[in-house]
């Protein structure tokens, strides 16, 4: 049976350009005529997309269901064979980079903008992972992003629409579409991953004492999180919360830190839970915090590699490399060097990960955004790193069967052994792009004229004095393909070790953001109470020296942050956040954002 190739007549639109994490603009641009159609077919220009087999997912959030369609038909126009397609149009990030890997998929589109909000005035993302599973390269969405200038029509094939809420096969025109079950092939992942009957066991035996409890921010990981932690694991309903996969993530704003993620840690501080966690909105994302114990996403990752013994995955394949992000604290490197294992500093963004994991030389990472992951998939992985815990708390619990071990205690042992990076990150969302740009000129010349070398500031609260041993503008070379990557974050790094890292960042859809990130490195011979200090008290002169050495607050016209992450000690709580607010004109907590 013929079936009828309609060519659109359409014209380009300007900024179509994807990055890693794709295309995101608010959804009324999406909306507009012609919009979505002309990058998805840039997609498929771009691609070889006659024959090929493809993954459609995405975090549920507004206007996907309809996308899902518009995909379908242009998808059916340009030959397209197959498309696996997620029930409902949901697939969480990771769900959707084991299914590629799973089903030898040639590639698949994800409708996300990760943790941004949803909703018809928020964000929309079209994103393009390859056949290995990960994000596109820059290659791929380069040529994606040169088509979207020049494109003239598009083609589509007319047809019923396809029923996302059936599980099973059907056609769209010639290509055939199989609807698929959202969660079962992650979870059957996890599963061969983890040892789901030792964390079953601690669980159950200790329930009363060491209570769970997930919050889904109305994300995609909600239906995952049910599956694994009531259906398999026989927890409580009450271990859940916020778990139902909404269009606008519940009016809130799915990004798992302590101010978006409040909802958590009222809830954990409230009622004395001993192991909170959330994910973001497509699921890549995690936070853990329990009772007054916040982990930061430097110090999980590295605690993670250090007890990758207790896991299976890594117990039968091994531990072949480990890496973080350059901003990420160095913690995981600390890790890496006594286990005498390769370690790897690269830019902000998962596809440096991908490649090392391809060539078989990395098997955990880590990024200071809340992602953690490894080559299980070609993403990082919220849920999977709140496994891990659950499996290294339930190995530890084993092997000191007379002392209740939750996330304090592992921090305290982590490091006595390791030492401790005070770290914080400032963002400072949709300000000014001249301010911004301002900034990094600033900071530019400093490198270039090695102004600010040797050069000495003094704190005015904390009298400390900081010496600047270097400005740099950190540059990647890619030790498997050999690509360069320049431009990736100032770094300024003083005598005695602590550092100071601006980045500008464009994951928003309106205006610019720039993040500082602020580490100061302790030794395991401070003693314990140096180790678990306040962080505030910590980084208190070293961010007042940053933000003068940067003229931060004139440039972006800014007193205060929009989100604050900070690592509190294993003896703090949760008003150390608005505590360490403090540091920056008195204010009395973060912004919330608009």
Same mark, same amino acid.
């Given at each position: ?349 998962? %596809?440096?990960? @991908? ?7 990395? +098997? ?6 809340? !992602? &953690? *992951? /490894? ?110 990557? %320049?431009?990736? @974050? ?7 070790? +602590? ?6 960042? !464009? &994951? *928003? /859809? ?85």
């Amino acid at each position: 049976m013929g079936y009828q190739v309609k060519e659109i007549s359409t014209k380009p639109f300007d900024g179509q350009k994807p990055g890693t994490s794709g295309l995101r603009k608010r959804v009324k641009v999406f909306q507009q005529e012609h919009y979505t159609e002309n990058f998805v077919q840039a997609i498929f220009d771009s691609i070889k997309a006659d024959g090929a087999t493809l993954v459609i997912g995405g975090d549920g959030r507004y206007f996907s269901p309809e996308t899902v369609q518009t995909i379908l038909k242009i998808g059916s126009a340009n030959g397209v064979k197959k498309l696996i397609i997620g029930k409902d149009s949901i697939l969480s990030t990771p769900a959707a980079s084991n299914v590629i890997r799973k089903y030898k998929a040639d590639g698949g589109i994800l409708l996300t903008a990760s943790h941004n909000p949803g909703g018809p005035n928020n964000d929309f993302g079209i994103k393009y992972n390859v056949s290995n599973g990960g994000p596109a390269p820059e290659n791929v969405t380069n040529k994606i992003y040169e088509i979207t200038k020049t494109i003239q029509k598009y083609k589509v094939i007319e047809a019923d629409p396809v029923d996302l809420s059936v599980i099973g096969k059907t056609k769209y025109g010639p290509t055939e579409v199989q609807i698929i079950d959202s969660v079962a092939d992650y979870v059957e992942l996890l599963q061969d991953i983890f040892d789901f009957q030792l964390i079953k066991d601690f669980l159950q035996n200790n329930a009363s004492s060491f209570r769970i409890l997930f919050d889904g921010l109305h994300g995609v990981t909600g239906p995952y999180a049910r599956a694994i932690l009531v259906d398999t694991l026989g927890l409580p309903e009450a271990s859940i919360q916020n778990c139902v996969a909404l269009p606008d993530f519940g009016g809130g704003h799915p990004d798992p830190n302590l101010t978006y993620a409040h909802s958590l840690v009222e809830v954990v501080e409230a009622k004395n839970i001993q192991f909170g966690a959330a994910s973001d909105g497509d699921g890549d994302r995690n936070m853990i915090y329990g009772k007054g114990a916040f982990v930061t996403p430097s110090d999980s990752v590295a605690i993670i590699a250090d007890w990758a013994h207790v896991i299976p995955y890594f117990k039968k394949g091994g531990v072949k490399g480990l890496a973080r992000s350059m901003p990420t604290s160095k913690a995981i490197d600390l890790v890496a060097q006594k286990k005498g294992l390769e370690y790897f500093e690269v830019p902000t963004g998962w %596809k440096f990960f @991908g490649n090392l994991m391809d060539a078989g030389r990395l +098997s955990i990472c880590g990024e200071e955004s809340f !992602g &953690t *992951g /490894s080559d299980h998939i070609r993403e990082k992985d919220g849920i999977w790193a709140i496994m891990a815990w659950l499996n290294i708390i339930a190995a530890a619990n084993k092997e000191s069967p007379n002392e209740l071990i939750g996330i304090k205690e592992l921090l305290k042992k982590h490091y006595a052994v390791y030492g401790r990076s005070f770290f914080s990150r400032y963002d400072y969302e949709e300000v000014s792009s001249e301010g911004a740009n301002k900034l990094v000129a600033l900071l530019d010349g400093a490198i270039t004229s090695s102004s600010l070398a040797n050069k000495t500031y003094k704190s005015k609260s904390t009298n400390q004095d900081f010496t600047i041993a270097s400005v740099t503008s950190f540059s990647y070379t890619d030790p498997i393909d050999g690509s360069v990557s %320049k431009n990736q @974050g100032q770094v300024v790094l003083f005598d005695d070790g +602590s550092r100071v890292v601006f980045r500008l960042s !464009g &994951t *928003g /859809s309106a205006g610019a953001t720039v993040r500082l990130y602020v580490e100061r490195y302790v030794g395991p011979e401070a003693g314990e109470k140096v180790l678990v200090g306040d962080t505030a008290e910590g980084l208190k002169g070293l961010i007042e020296v940053a933000l003068e050495i940067s003229k931060l607050k004139e440039f972006l016209g800014r007193d205060e942050p929009t989100v604050i992450t900070v690592s509190t000690s294993a003896e703090g709580d949760f008003y150390l956040l608005t505590t360490w607010s403090a540091v920056i004109n008195q204010m009395s907590h973060p912004r919330e954002r608009r």
